[in-house]
């Protein structure tokens, strides 16, 4: 085996090295790296189909309120954790045309996990979201303030939440753009947060928030205002000792269109999209050589 002790100029490929010049102007060298092939397995296609939609939801997500997972492990991003957690979770399977077109799909999945709480929601008649946040008699209206929410939220449940604390209601709403050209209706998602300081002090209106209608009281409970359509949760956020606690979330889901993108049948016409499973069209029922006869 050779040895290389000093490299004067050396670009492009040589072999199986490639030379480079470095930033400070000299040469160096590294093996050169085969370009992977496109793998269409069956396994590796449900991988990609599974995953299409959960970038798509990601990229949607950090654009307004950034998942957040405590005691990650060392190394890992926010961004790997979301994967790694909802990935084989409730899978949204996407075509390749899907793909291009920038559909997204809401659906169930974990945005938060850790210390604190979970706060549980429910669907309940006409589409709302209730959680289990009681506030008794309590009611939202135009001139309620965000103190007066707060001090409900907290008088409610003082061993739960504390002056100081947040609350984030998160609702992603599934829409429907129309494509024209291809006469069809492409489903995408738009995220919409609200939050919601435990600040008891605080005379700015709920209603002047940003996205302050997000939120009602139905039978006592706090909850979404309206019907929703998509996926909604809240996170109940802590900052302890300089690092942020939350609840464990997930979203709770009422969208009409979610199972025509999951299922067995969602599956094989989203792997069917990239080609695995097609037969050639021309390919023969049998091999030249077997039909023949032998020669004599």
Known sequence: MGTITSINEFSGKLGNMVGFKKKDGTYGVRKH???????????????????????????????????????KPAGDSDYNVFFQTNYGNNPVYLTKQDVRAGTCVAAPYMITRGTLPTIALTAVSGGKMKSDIALDDFTITTETTVGELAQAICGGAPERFKEGDMLSVIYVEQTEVSDP???VYIP????????IPMDTSDQRLVADLENGDLVGVTDGYLSSKSTVNGGFTMVHSRLVEGKTAVSTQWFTVNNNIL???????????????????????FRPIVNVAEALPPEP
């Open 181 to 183: 050209d291809n006469n």
């Open 259 to 281: 199972s025509l993108y999951t299922g067995s049948a969602a599956r094989q016409k989203a792997m069917g999209s990239y080609g695995l499973g097609k037969a050639l069209f």
């Open 188 to 195: 995408r998602v738009v995220v919409k947060a609200l939050r």
């Open 33 to 71: 790296q085969r370009k992977p092939n496109n793998p269409r397995t069956t396994a590796q296609m449900a991988v990609r189909v599974s995953i299409a939609n959960m970038v798509a939801f990601w990229k949607a997500m950090v654009a307004v309120s950034r998942p957040n997972f405590e005691n």
